[in-house]
């Protein structure tokens, strides 16, 4: 049983294209997260959901667009992407809204080329 | 702004040994401390946490060590094994989780 699973796990699409990332936890958390990792490991929160609700959106184009159709699911969609784009991102949960013991999923490798 | 980050990006330690990664943060207002280890293609996993209120909190052969004085966090494991080769990252709370940049760990045979 995966606790926090994302799909796709790599992603490789072209310039301009509009692409989805899906994330599910079933540890019953109320906040779930989205990162991104650049390509020197530096991770940084984008944006925070508590119970479907926005909390944190950190300073994000606003080409990406997080959807929560409920509180075991968080979507990451992208509009327009572009090659600066390319990272890996990862989904995580918490039972709190600020993080602690958060687990993560196994990430999402975006390729744009 | 608000910052944490690591002394080293790499260390290297021969199997058996004892590691210690270090981590400076520097906002007095954090009151949680996270470490996780990232393996090659995997998320962060957890490894252990700490609160604001101590100064040293023991696992399964790792340690953390919390000194608010000079803002700094360490993280110990007791006897490396080839399978602690991996990314550790300090992660401190204010209002949301800040992850510093760092630390590869490499186990040496």
């Known amino acids: 049983d995966t606790a926090v699973s994302q799909t796709p796990k790599y992603l490789v699409t072209q310039m301009g294209n509009d692409k989805s990332i899906k994330c599910e936890q079933n540890?019953?958390?109320?906040?779930m997260y989205w990162y991104k990792q650049d390509s020197k490991k530096f991770l940084k929160i984008m944006f925070s959901y508590n119970n479907k609700e926005l909390i944190i959106n950190e300073t994000v184009p606003n080409r990406f667009s997080p959807k929560s159709p409920d509180k075991a699911h968080l979507n990451l969609h992208i509009n327009s992407l572009e090659l600066g784009d390319s990272a890996v991102y990862f989904c995580?949960?918490?039972?709190?809204?600020?993080?602690?013991?958060?687990?993560f999923g196994q990430g999402t490798r975006l390729t744009v080329v | 702004g608000e910052s944490v980050g690591l002394h080293l990006p790499t260390l290297s330690v021969q199997e058996g040994d004892n590691s210690i990664i270090n981590c400076a943060y520097s906002n007095s207002a954090s009151d949680y401390f996270i470490w996780y280890k990232q393996e090659s293609g995997k998320g962060p996993q957890f490894i252990i946490d700490i609160r604001s209120n101590m100064d040293k909190r023991q696992g399964q052969r790792v340690t953390v060590l919390l000194n608010k004085t000079v803002k700094h966090l360490s993280l110990q494991i007791a006897a490396t094994q080839p399978g602690d080769s991996a990314v550790y990252f300090c992660a401190e709370r204010q209002r949301q989780l800040t992850f510093g940049s760092g630390t590869q760990l490499t186990v040496l045979p």
């Open positions: 995580a949960s918490s039972q709190d809204s600020r993080g602690s013991e958060a687990f």
């Open positions: 540890l019953g958390h109320d906040t």
